[in-house]
T-cell receptor, first 115, second 116 residues
Framework: GAVVSQHPSRVICKSGTSVKIECRSL??????MFWYRQFPKKSLMLMAT?????????EQGVEKDKFLINHASLTLSTLTVTSAHPEDSSFYIC???????????FGSGTRLTVV | AQKVTQAQTEISVVEKEDVTLDCVYE???????LFWYKQPPSGELVFLIR??????QNEISGRYSWNFQKSTSSFNFTITASQVVDSAVYFC?????????????FGKGTLLTVNP
């Protein structure tokens, strides 16, 4: 089946630095990638939707200059958290829509801790 | 705008009990898709089922069953003879067709704890 590989699984960074999270679709082409954020014991909140080759569409309240999304190819999408602060600490999950099946394949998530 | 409500925040049962997780949704689309996902402590989302809006047949898969009722906009999930391994957070989600890239909207989730 369709697999999305997400790296890193865990990252600790210092306040003020930037962190890049990668999601790769291993055996299919991901035309659309979704990025979610999940706080402890909370639901998944959609941050943005990215289509290959075009700018990402951000949900209301999500700072696009802080959460940079790049979807330059059909197999790779990245989320960069710029100038990270402790309040950015969260669980970030990517999801690729598998077109023909209208199914969604999720990455395994990245736990970001900003100290 | 689409919305998913899971009114039960937490449920605790004893092993072998049956348990039903409720899900109510709102959408203006006539074509939409409903999902259930399981999220164990590891954090990875496990796909359980997808249902199309035009297919109201209930489904059974082993100990799992789903009851889709368009008249009440509900898509409830029942686990029969629950097991400790069923302990997880369960999310109901909705995807609308057209114009939204089929983005998934999640409910707040229900934490199910199955005690031995």
């Amino acid at each position: 089946g369709a697999v999305v590989s997400q790296h890193p699984s865990r990252v600790i960074c210092k306040s003020g630095t930037s962190v890049k999270i990668e999601c790769r679709s291993l055996d299919f082409q991901a035309t659309t990638m979704f990025w979610y954020r999940q706080f402890p014991k909370k639901s998944l909140m959609l941050m943005a939707t990215s289509n290959e080759g075009s700018k990402a569409t951000y949900e209301q309240g999500v700072e696009k200059d802080k959460f940079l999304i790049n979807h330059a190819s059909l197999t790779l999408s990245t989320l960069t958290v710029t100038s990270a602060h402790p309040e950015d600490s969260s669980f970030y999950i990517c999801s690729a829509r598998v077109d023909l099946a209208l199914a969604y394949t999720f990455g395994s998530g990245t736990r970001l801790t900003v100290v | 705008a689409q919305k998913v409500t899971q009114a039960q925040t937490e449920i605790s049962v004893v092993e072998k009990e049956d348990v039903t997780l409720d899900c109510v949704y709102e959408t203006r689309d006539t074509t939409y898709y409903l999902f259930w996902y399981k999220q164990p402590p590891s954090g990875e989302l496990v796909f359980l089922i997808r249902r199309n809006s035009f297919d109201e047949q209930n489904e059974i898969s082993g100990r799992y069953s789903w009851n889709f009722q368009k008249s009440t906009s509900s898509f409830n999930f029942t686990i029969t003879a629950s097991q400790v391994v069923d302990s997880a957070v369960y999310f109901c989600a909705l995807s609308e067709s057209g114009g939204s890239n089929y983005k998934l909207t999640f409910g707040k989730g229900t934490l199910l704890t199955v005690n031995p």
